[in-house]
């Protein structure tokens, strides 16, 4: 059975950090991008970041460029954000979300697009107070 385990997150100061991890089985790794989404409460589900495990190539949405950082260990077949200088704004559930990986040079609109993934993680709440 495919399965997306992501943890992680909690309850946060504004300017802190924190780290999610979404661990992946049941499907060829390598072959996946890994995306990560949010949704906060009344607003719809968006793309914050993903990485490609076929290529490497990593994307992040404009509002979390230079704080959030995505990688991928394929010995634990987990992929990660690390999130820094949280703000309040980033409050949300987390999911992480697989899809295939595609041709090289796939779009940031393509990525984001929560219909372009098969597997979906159960979410994880990210809290920042201010």
């Known amino acids: 059975d495919v399965q997306l385990q992501a943890s992680g997150g909690g309850l946060v100061q504004a300017g802190g950090s924190l780290r999610l991890s979404c661990a992946a089985s049941?499907?060829?790794?390598?072959?996946?991008?890994i995306a990560w989404f949010r949704q906060a409460p009344g607003k719809e589900r968006e793309g914050v970041s993903c990485?490609?495990?076929?290529?490497?190539?990593?994307y992040y949405a404009d509002s979390v460029k230079g704080r959030f950082t995505i990688s991928s260990d394929r010995t634990k077949n987990t992929v990660y954000l690390q999130m820094n200088f949280l703000t309040p704004e980033d409050t949300a559930v987390y999911y992480c979300?697989?899809?295939?990986?595609?041709?090289?040079?796939?779009?940031?609109?393509?990525?984001?697009?929560?219909?372009?993934?098969?597997?979906w993680g159960q979410g994880t709440l990210v809290t920042v107070s201010s």
């Open positions: 979300a697989a899809g295939p990986a595609g041709p090289y040079g796939t779009s940031w609109a393509r990525r984001k697009s929560p219909g372009e993934y098969d597997y």
């Open positions: 049941g499907f060829t790794f390598d072959f996946y991008a």
């Open positions: 990485i490609s495990n076929s290529d490497e190539r990593r």
